[in-house]
């Protein structure tokens, strides 16, 4: 980090806890730089804040805002890790699995699946209240290397971002409004595009969820040795408190 | 100290692959532990088929896809003080729950009927129909979880949840220690 930076550091605090921040650093990325770590699904490191999926929200000065979007401020009390928040975020992962349709046995990304790993930490285990939605949403296969199960999309937006502004394409992007807003690509389908299994929207850390399939690499690691069968998600950011 | 009373259970299959029912299995010696606390009453691992008595705790493994599974789920719901949703199919409906959303149809069950009976490649039907006898029960427009037909008191998570989780939570539930799950033991695959 710079030396002019860190002159413009400032302190606020998160469940108590100070954390320096700089001029212009997200909520979220100073919490990240400080080994705190608040949930999230539509933000990932490298790629543009969007502040969608709410799971980030925290409260800050008694409002609740998107940690992802919110510029620290000096002076400020956030609040993470409460009963109350945990409660709304784990709603909204629960609407997420009711939206689409999240079928964790038949999925090849279960256990890298955010979303699912998401749900283990808000320990979504209470009996639901909400009707699974079963949506009919298109597979595309058609891609040599690439496919896509759009059932377990949650419109994190990653994938058009990713593709936009690293890989400089443009494959992904946002069809629909409202409830049936849906991410879909520039060609009549992923095989009509310029989409590439070496894209970095098509990379295993961008789709947080098991809708962006590159073929023959499935099964490559077990169910059980995977990524969050091995640690709870978030807890490589908890690390650095340690 | 007087020993407690021995609690009933029961176990009931339905929309699901029995998969559930093998992972009771799956707590190996520990069942003759569980069994010091438990009477089993209606239940495939006893063949009973009906309830002789009211039991403390139901287990339901699978979804509801006909009307037979919905008969047995209330009559479980009847006669069960606790009822427990064990696995992804009676959780969110599972794999059967596959054929309420095959994609560009405007009749899934049918087209899942089809498929399975008349239209499939592999399919040596000389009837050409889909089975209709009256004994079979009739399917449900939608496979169903548990928890939209009747109220689920617990679930355990998991296709299918290994033993471990299974123990854990029956032999605290029936000494009034549960107080949710440890978290590295929940899965949902």
Known sequence: ???????????????????????????????????VYIPRLCDHQGLRHQGSCRVCTVKAGGRSVAACTQPAAPGQAVENETKHLNKMRRDLVEMLFHEGNHLCPICEA??????????????MTETTRFPYLEPCRPLDASHPDIA???????SCGRCIRASQDVDGKGVFGYVGRGIHRRVAVNGENLAETDAEVTDHAISQEVCPVGCII????GFVTPIGEREFDQGLIGQEIEEKRK | M?????????TASLAGCFGCHMAILDIDERLLELMKLVDVDRSPLTDKKRFTQRCDIGIIEGGCCNEENV??????????DVLIALGQCAIMGGLPAMRNAIMHSDAPLRECLDEAFVTGRYIRNTTHNVPNDPA???????????????EIDYQIPGCAPGGDII????????????????????RFD
Do not use: W
């Not at chain 1, 279960?110 to 320990?123: F, K, P, V």
């Not at chain 2, 079979?136 to 009747?150: G, H, I, N, R, T």
């Not at chain 2, 123990?167 to 929940?186: A, C, H, P």
């Open chain 1, 1 to 35: 980090m710079s030396g002019t930076r860190r002159e413009t550091g400032f302190s606020f605090t998160i469940d108590g806890v100070e954390v320096t921040a700089y001029a212009g650093q997200t909520i979220m990325e100073a919490a990240d730089e400080a080994g």
């Open chain 1, 110 to 123: 279960s256990g890298n699946c955010e979303l699912q790993a998401m749900a283990y930490r808000l320990d």
């Open chain 1, 148 to 154: 896509l199960d759009t059932n377990r999309c949650i």
């Open chain 1, 214 to 217: 590159r073929k023959r690499v």
């Open chain 2, 2 to 10: 007087s020993e407690l009373p021995k609690a009933r259970i029961a």
């Open chain 2, 71 to 80: 008969h047995v789920l209330h009559d479980f719901r009847r006669n069960c």
């Open chain 2, 136 to 150: 079979l029960p009739l399917l449900l427009d939608e496979v169903y979880p548990c928890s939209q037909v009747v």
């Open chain 2, 167 to 186: 123990f854990d939570t029956l032999s605290k539930l029936l000494t009034g220690k549960f107080r949710g799950f440890e978290r590295e033991m929940i």
